[in-house]
């Protein structure tokens, strides 16, 4: 928990921290949103809040592989800029948003993978095409 004058937000340095400030309007995380959905061939649009986002995000794919390749972005997307704001407050450090944005691709693909018996794409072909890479594959 953070002491009352540590509430503001620790990746853009002046918002108070809320949940949706935090993953959907903090000025750092949009850069991060934007690169995403930039890689992944979507538009950006912020909602006001998680839930119209997630349910959003879902419905930008039409089937169901693709669907558990984007939740699996989605996760990592949550996991990564958690743990980032967390370095950022324990640790000190920096946030650079290319870093977090191949951290997030790195992790979704190594969840990917990690759900098959044998790995069905590289790194660089899931940084191509995540799509591509769900839709070949029927383990998933």
């Given at each position: 928990m953070?002491?009352?004058?540590?509430?503001?937000?620790?990746?853009?340095?002046?918002?108070?921290?809320?949940?949706?400030h935090?993953?959907?309007?903090?000025?750092w995380?949009?850069?991060?949103?934007?690169?995403?959905?930039?890689?992944?061939?979507?538009?950006?649009?912020?909602p006001?809040?998680?839930?119209?986002y997630?349910?959003?995000?879902?419905?930008?794919?039409s089937?169901?592989?693709?669907?558990?390749?984007?939740?699996?972005?989605w996760?990592?997307?949550?996991?990564?800029?958690?743990?980032?704001?967390?370095?950022?407050?324990?640790?000190?450090?920096?946030?650079?948003?290319?870093?977090v944005?191949?951290?997030?691709k790195?992790?979704?693909?190594?969840?990917?993978?990690?759900?098959?018996?044998?790995?069905?794409?590289?790194?660089?072909?899931w940084?191509?095409?995540?799509?591509?890479?769900?839709l070949?594959?029927?383990?998933?």
């Amino acid at each position: 928990m953070l002491q009352s004058d540590q509430q503001t937000c620790m990746l853009c340095d002046g918002k108070i921290e809320t949940a949706v400030h935090l993953f959907l309007h903090c000025d750092w995380v949009a850069k991060v949103w934007y690169e995403i959905t930039r890689w992944l061939g979507f538009t950006l649009i912020i909602p006001p809040n998680l839930a119209i986002y997630f349910a959003m995000w879902a419905t930008c794919v039409s089937n169901k592989k693709e669907k558990k390749g984007i939740c699996l972005i989605w996760n990592a997307f949550m996991w990564v800029v958690w743990k980032t704001r967390n370095r950022c407050i324990f640790n000190n450090m920096a946030a650079i948003c290319e870093e977090v944005v191949e951290q997030i691709k790195v992790m979704s693909w190594q969840w990917f993978i990690g759900t098959m018996a044998k790995a069905p794409c590289l790194l660089h072909e899931w940084k191509w095409s995540l799509i591509d890479c769900c839709l070949g594959f029927s383990d998933i």
